[in-house]
């Protein structure tokens, strides 16, 4: 079974956008857009994802990556 992959730390490093200000902008904590970072999380609601989206001016695909080969 594939995972699905996220790739929040390279979207945010090529807008240049520190934790912090992603956290502020989006009304999430840093413990939380943390964990979403190092992908450490099972479940993202969508109303955050478009926050996320809105923000950083991105598409989920490219914080999300399926990955068919990957392992859990």
Known sequence: MGKIILRLDR???DRKMSLNELSDRVGV??????KMKTGKISAIRFST???ICDVLN?????ILE??????E
């Open 29 to 34: 904590s840093n413990v939380n857009l943390s």
């Open 58 to 62: 991105c598409q989920p695909g490219d």
């Open 49 to 51: 994802l478009e926050a």
């Open 11 to 13: 979207v945010m490093a």
């Open 66 to 71: 399926y990955d068919p080969n990957a392992t």
